[in-house]
């Protein structure tokens, strides 16, 4: 990785994040902490992949903690640790940039974290069936970049990072200019030669009608398995299948379907369960 392209990413959002913290407010106290080096251990405390590493680093570099190197914990983003090995990493910090950035860099990572263990769950079913697993844009507001990379950490693939890198047409886009047909020819009027259209479905009849449009992505909404089947029985060659809605580990397998190409989960970044990491340090 590079640490210079980081830093300059990183920059604008470890500026809010610690803005949160309002170092400013009592600048006598956070300049008079000491800056004796102190020895740091990153604790894995939970079964996870470790996601997340590039954030945690750089909140204290952003504090100036200049001999922190990212290359140091390459070999450990994206490892897979089990609580029982009680596992370690060790640096060191000065003590006033240690106890100033650990609370956000350790949210920063015990969040990524959460969500790459969470979709490598997915994953890990998903993978003997060929089948893909999708975020959505269902992100936390400012942290889109670091879930949709913990996503990626972690196995899952990204559907789109923005509206415009894909032009996907929804329910709501179906009422405002009257169905299907003209809620497609909205989008293709945009002239995105390279952008490709999606279109949402929810029953056998609109299948019908965007596969007469010669669509290649659609996504079933809320099919159940058996309309999957169904589905994809009428799939041409060429056309992709995404399913989305009401997935969760339980009952993924039921959504494994011959011929289905990927299963898009929202819940991978609003609703994967915490995992547990901490930092303590000495003299």
């Known amino acids: 990785m590079n640490n210079m392209l980081i ?8 500026e809010l994040y610690f803005s949160e913290d309002d170092l400013a407010r009592n600048i006598f106290y956070t ?16 079964d996870m992949i470790l996601a997340g590493l590039p954030y945690f680093v750089e909140a204290f570099r952003y504090l100036g903690a200049e ?3 990212l290359e140091a914990f390459e070999q450990y983003e994206g490892k897979k640790f089990l609580k029982s090995e009680k596992a370690e990493i ?4 000065p003590f006033s940039i240690a106890l100033t950035g650990e609370r956000i860099a350790l949210n920063l990572l015990q969040q990524a974290s959460s969500i790459a263990t969470y979709t490598n769950q997915f994953v890990e079913i998903a993978k003997e069936k060929g089948v893909s697993i999708l975020d959505t844009r269902k992100t936390t507001p ?14 899952g693939h990204n559907h789109r990072l923005g509206q415009t890198d894909l032009w ?37 009849d609109e299948l019908d009608d965007v596969l007469s449009l010669g669509i290649r992505h659609i996504m079933l909404d809320n099919f159940t398995p058996e309309m999957i089947e169904q589905a994809v029985a009428k799939k041409p060659s060429g056309v992709t299948f995404e399913v989305s809605g009401g997935i969760r580990l339980s009952n993924l397998n039921e959504y494994l379907i011959d011929g289905l190409d990927a299963i898009s989960v929202g819940a991978l970044t609003y609703g994967a369960p915490s995992v547990d990491v901490s930092l303590k340090y000495h003299r």
């Open 7 to 14: 830093a300059t990413a990183l920059r604008k959002d470890l």
């Open 31 to 46: 300049s008079s902490l000491p800056k004796d080096m102190v020895q740091c251990s990153l604790k894995i405390k939970d």
């Open 67 to 69: 001999n922190l190197k």
């Open 90 to 93: 060790k640096f060191e910090l």
């Open 142 to 155: 400012g942290h889109r970049s670091l879930e949709k990379y913990a996503v990626r950490i972690g196995g």
């Open 168 to 204: 996907m047409v929804k329910d709501n886009h179906k009422s405002f200019f009257g169905g299907v047909k003209q809620a497609v020819e909205f989008f293709q009027s945009m002239k995105g030669f390279y952008t490709p259209i999606e279109v949402e479905v929810h029953n056998m």
